[in-house]
């Protein structure tokens, strides 16, 4: 499974951003799709996750603001992020978990929010 990112930019801060993840395989093989994050100096963080039936958990310094949604039509998840702040800043790594034994991550793409 190959998991592509785009989306990430420079914004200032209280803008908005739609992270895109495009996976190469049917959206039936994945089980769950999910966002982290990790800031310089940082662990890697989850951000939000939607599993195949539309479930979906947020961190808590994001709810309210995130949206994470699927379209299996095209095999893609999506990040909507509003009202962003400094502290969003990281870059941002697509996680798909497929046959509930198999991780895969996409190549990261960056989120930088200026105040």
């Known amino acids: 499974v190959q998991l592509v990112e785009s989306g990430g930019a420079l914004v200032q801060a209280g803008g908005s951003l739609r992270l895109s993840c495009a996976a190469s395989?049917?959206?039936?093989?994945?089980?769950?799709m999910g966002w982290y994050r990790q800031a310089p100096g940082n662990q890697r963080e989850l951000v939000a996750a939607?599993?195949?039936?539309?479930?979906?958990n947020y961190a808590d310094s994001v709810k309210g603001r995130f949206i994470i949604s699927r379209e299996d039509a095209k095999n893609t998840a999506y990040l909507q992020m509003n009202s962003l702040k400094p502290e969003d800043t990281a870059v941002y790594y697509c996680?798909?978990?497929?046959?509930?034994?198999?991780?895969?991550w996409g190549q990261g793409t960056q989120v930088t929010v200026s105040t």
């Open positions: 996680y798909a978990l497929a046959d509930y034994t198999k991780d895969y």
């Open positions: 939607i599993t195949n039936g539309g479930r979906t």
């Open positions: 395989v049917s959206s039936s093989s994945i089980n769950a």
